[in-house]
């Protein structure tokens, strides 16, 4: 799951995935992590309006919900081959 700051999809699909009892591992990355509180960041959506919509507390939220949280791109594939159990060549 790649998301962004502002709004709430992310924390929200983070919890339906915990309630709905998902059997596939879930690796989830939110960017804009480095962006100032307040300021409009590209378009209208990534606007920071809340403590909800913070990349922090969305990434504290997918942890809680038991999504596996990277902090970069970069580590999505290496998180996922660790998740699912598997040997990194």
Request: aromatic share 4%; charged share 20%.
């Amino acid at each position: 799951m790649i998301g962004e700051i502002g709004g709430s999809y992310e924390a929200d699909a983070a919890r339906w995935i915990k309630a709905n009892g998902n059997q596939k591992p879930v690796v989830g990355f939110i960017a804009g992590q480095t962006a100032p509180p307040g300021r409009r960041m590209g378009h209208a959506g990534a606007i920071v309006g809340g403590h909800d919509d913070t990349a922090a507390a969305k990434m504290a939220i997918m942890r809680e919900c038991g999504l596996h949280v990277v902090e970069s791109p970069a580590e999505i594939g290496a998180t996922m081959i660790e998740a699912l159990g598997l040997k990194a060549n």
